[in-house]
């Protein structure tokens, strides 16, 4: 018998009894669309953070002031030492290793903002030239910080779009006095607009130079210092350097702490990963239920049709062949049913995407594959047992119905 | 062709043994007319069973075309059963939910038989027992007589050697019988071997050669005594279909 005949004939019994096929299929649908839609959710999530993550720049390495242990509280801290600060010089240090590209130290504080009447509090970012190229970020209009001595405390700022446009509305900014804090700046650019990043809002943001904000906030110490290596490769030799020679500079003290945004992405990735192949399995048990549900309907289907298999038995039809011929009607049940599945599951994560237009909903090509899969392999596993009842009936009792 | 020797039959019912055939030796030649006859329970069916390979001997041997096919395993019996055996059936057997024409050709689908070759088998067939225009009506669409026609169409669709009839007029009303069982004779003039399982003598009795059955054991062929002569009353013994 060829395949053609196979199908054509699985397909002519399967349309015999079409309420039941239907339903089927709507089975088998769901199964496969949850799969789809659940994955898709959760590789956007991936995707989302991914990105959010990768935005802050590439092949960073950040240093951070004080050792992180995971023993919970050191012994510095029960006697009131606070982990010894990360100075200018430090940054400037860091310069030496050869793999370094750009570096932006970052001083993070608060300030209140004033123009005439107006005024506010906003976040205030004291960092180099450099942020610009390491962070990625946009200039809109003007320039950015000038580049030249890290000591040197120049009476400028860069606004974030929001600012801006709260401060200055449509008028000039660039070049207009502000006051912050205590001391009057000069607006010699303004960012682009740029969203949301990692909870940081970039468009609320007043930038001034590292030493700036270090007056303003009478500190000298630095937040984080992001360093950008000259190449992926590169990162190790950044870290090995960074922790060399913060290592010297502090009298043989390793109280610093590097990572690389890549161990961060990665580990976000991972967790993510894991999280969406748990909610693709989760979906994946419906796929077994729709098995269980094929295997009941070819049960029925088999002693419904007691009858023609004699017939098919007494018309020259081995075994073998009886057999495929509920293979191909539960395969054909199956794929179908995830074919109608995926265009669910696709038109589902689509609306997903138009809700959510944050977050880059779309199925991993593993996900679509493994539920497709899964459902052709219920269901042709799960008609094994009414095929082999069908090819196994005797064909006397079978032509007698009974 | 076909040849029985000291085949038999018996069933496990509950815990007894109920014997179906016993002993039969039987031989036909192609061409053959025979009619089986004999009350319900004789062992008839399970006779004419044994000869389309659905069903195999407890005891004896079965030859056909000189090969031992009780010797076979399901899928070479099937494979015989294709090329060589034709069913008619009293209740037709049609699928319900195919039409005429695909009725007709299912055997030849089953045996791989090329699309192109099974069209043009089919319309012919179609032609031969008019019903080119019941082609594409389904089953329960036609009459008595039509779907029993369809049903010899298929039969026949593999040019078998043997063609079996079980009671292939029971369902029908005297004249389409009639019409139906001369269809079937029709066949024995191109060499077809036509077995007929009926109950009906008058049925039984066109046949060239009629074959009394019974309790199991064929008891004439002809009006001849071949066997030992039956009880006096098995004609009227009541015994439970044994098919």
New interface residues.
């Given amino acids: 018998m060829r395949l053609i005949d196979v199908a054509q004939f699985a397909a002519c019994s399967l349309r015999g009894s079409p309420t039941r096929t239907l339903l089927m299929m709507l089975a088998m649908s769901i199964g496969v669309a949850s799969v789809v839609v659940l994955t898709a959710l959760g590789e956007g999530a991936r995707r989302y953070v991914v990105d959010q993550f990768s935005s802050l720049g590439t092949n960073l390495v950040i240093v951070l002031p004080g050792r992180t242990e995971t023993a919970g509280i050191g012994p510095g801290m029960l006697i009131g030492q606070v982990p010894r600060e990360i100075s200018l010089d430090d940054v400037q240090a860091l310069l030496r290793s050869p793999g370094v590209k750009r570096i932006a130290p970052l001083t993070v504080g608060s300030a209140t903002l004033s123009r005439d009447a107006l005024n506010r509090e906003v976040v205030v970012l004291g960092s180099t030239s450099e942020l610009l190229e390491v962070r990625h970020m946009e200039l809109g209009l003007g320039k950015f910080l000038p580049p030249g001595d890290i000591h040197e405390s120049a009476s400028v700022c860069v606004l974030g779009n929001q600012i801006k446009r709260e401060f200055f509305g449509n008028e000039q900014a660039v070049g207009a006095w502000v006051r912050l804090g205590d001391r009057r700046f000069r607006v010699i650019g303004v960012l682009a607009s740029q969203g949301e990043s990692m909870g940081m809002r970039t468009d609320e943001l007043v930038i001034v130079p590292i030493a700036s904000a270090h007056q303003l906030f009478n500190t000298s110490g630095v937040f984080r210092i992001l360093i950008e290596a000259k190449s992926r490769d590169g990162i190790e030799q950044v870290m090995h350097d960074a922790e060399e020679i913060m290592f010297q500079r502090h009298n043989g003290e390793k109280d610093v702490t590097v990572i690389t945004q890549d161990a961060v992405i990665a580990t976000f990735d991972r967790i993510l990963t894991a999280l969406t192949m748990a909610v693709g399995g989760i979906a994946a048990i419906s796929l077994a239920v729709a098995g269980v549900l094929i295997m009941n309907v070819m049960l029925i289907a088999v002693a419904q049709r007691v009858k023609e298999i004699g017939l098919l038995k007494a018309l020259g039809a081995p075994p073998v062949q009886i057999r495929r011929l509920f293979f191909a009607e539960a395969a054909l049940l199956s794929g179908i049913g995830s074919m109608a599945g995926l265009l669910l599951g696709y038109a589902g994560s689509t609306i997903i995407g138009q809700i959510y237009p944050a977050l880059p909903v779309s199925p991993p090509w593993w996900a679509v594959l493994a539920a497709c899969a899964t459902a052709l392999g219920t269901g042709i596993l799960f008609s094994v047992w009414p095929a082999r009842r069908a090819a196994r009936l005797d064909p006397v009792a079978a032509l007698a119905g009974r | 062709m076909i040849e029985l020797s000291q085949v038999s039959r018996s069933f496990t019912v509950g815990d007894q043994q109920v014997a179906a055939l016993r002993g039969i030796d039987l031989s036909i030649a192609a061409g053959d007319y025979v009619s089986i006859m004999g009350p319900s329970g004789s062992g008839k069916s399970t006779l004419l069973?044994m000869i389309?390979l659905?069903?195999r001997p407890s005891s004896g041997t079965y030859k056909l075309d000189g090969g031992n096919v009780t010797a076979l395993d399901?899928?070479q019996q099937?494979?015989?059963?294709?090329?060589k055996?034709g069913?008619v059936?009293q209740s037709f057997?049609l699928?319900?939910?195919?039409t005429a024409a695909?009725n007709i050709e299912?055997?030849l689908?089953?045996?791989?038989i090329p699309p192109a070759e099974r069209k043009t088998r089919v319309v012919k067939l179609l032609e031969n027992y008019g019903l080119t225009d019941r082609a594409d009506h389904r089953p329960d669409q036609l009459s008595g007589g039509q779907r029993q026609r369809v049903a010899i169409a298929?039969a026949t669709s593999?040019h078998p050697a043997v063609l079996l009839a079980d009671e292939p007029t029971g369902n029908l009303d005297q004249a389409t019988g009639k019409e139906v069982l001369h269809l079937l004779e029709q066949l024995v003039e191109q060499n077809v071997a036509l077995i007929l399982v009926t109950h009906d003598p008058v049925l039984g009795g066109r046949a060239a050669r009629q074959i009394n059955m019974v309790d199991g054991q064929i008891v004439s062929e002809t009006g001849r005594a071949v066997g030992r002569v039956p009880p006096a009353d098995a004609e009227r013994r009541v015994e439970p279909d044994l098919?």
């Fill in positions: 069973n389309g659905l069903d399901d899928v099937a494979r015989v059963r294709s090329e055996i069913f059936f057997h699928v319900p939910r195919l695909m299912l055997p689908i089953l045996a791989g298929r593999m098919r």
